[in-house]
């Protein structure tokens, strides 16, 4: 066992909830790309338990082996290696996929950067498969809770291209790029699981 895993104790208050969301999902066999995978906590979690699936983590070129001790102390032959993808890349370097998932990287990236994977993200994929955005969002300009509200002054003091993101404006990008929005489920602590679908 590495004693030095990265940790996240929000991954793993979220992992069971964000999980019955994929379950129903993405239910047949193939391969789910992950976009900003973080500590590996979700990656190990989902893919443990859905062993129909390979899971394909990936982060931007500064953190994307930074999931590799949870992922090597899992022993899951579900998992394929981390890949490097920063979601500005013109060039994605992927195996095929079949399903994205991705968890509070909306509010972290930049506009421009959301707009990139949006655009990543469709390209990728075929009719019918789905994209799975997990974190907080506002509706109108709305902030849905007083922490969230909070959450994005923090963010905006670290940097001001940061913010908890529309869903409308979220709407206006996927409708550019062939992407609607089949669900929106509330989750814990104010965040919510987007479904896109490609058309
Ligand atoms: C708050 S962390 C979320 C990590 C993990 N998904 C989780 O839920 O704990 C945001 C992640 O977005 C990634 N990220 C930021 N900008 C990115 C970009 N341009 N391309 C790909 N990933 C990016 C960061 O490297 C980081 O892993």
């Known amino acids: 066992m590495s004693e030095n895993k990265p940790y996240s104790q929000a991954c793993e208050n979220n992992k069971q909830v964000i999980l019955e969301k994929l379950t129903a999902v993405f239910t047949s066999p193939g391969t789910v790309l992950e976009i900003g995978t973080g500590t590996g906590q979700h990656a190990v979690h989902f893919a443990r338990h859905l062993p129909h699936l ?113 869903i409308e404006d979220l709407k206006e990008v996927a409708d550019q790029n062939e992407l609607v929005l089949e669900a929106d489920f509330e989750m814990p602590a104010n965040n919510r699981v987007l479904i896109w679908r490609r058309l």
């Not at 890949?83 to 968890?103: K, T, Y």
Request: net charge negative; aromatic share 12%; proline share 7%.
């Open 54 to 166: 390979t899971w394909q983590p990936s982060d931007h070129p500064d953190n994307y082996q930074l999931c590799l001790p949870w992922i090597e102390d899992s022993g899951l032959d579900n998992i394929n290696t981390p890949l490097a993808l920063d979601v500005n890349q013109s060039n994605w370097n992927l195996p095929p996929i079949n399903g994205v998932f991705s968890a509070n990287t909306a509010h972290i990236m930049s506009w421009e950067d959301v707009k990139a994977m949006f655009r990543g993200v469709s390209a990728h994929l075929q009719q019918g498969e789905a994209f799975c955005l997990y974190g907080p969002f506002n509706y109108n300009g709305q902030f849905t809770s007083a922490s969230n509200q909070q959450f994005n002054r923090y963010l905006k003091q670290q940097n001001p291209a940061m913010g908890i993101r529309d």
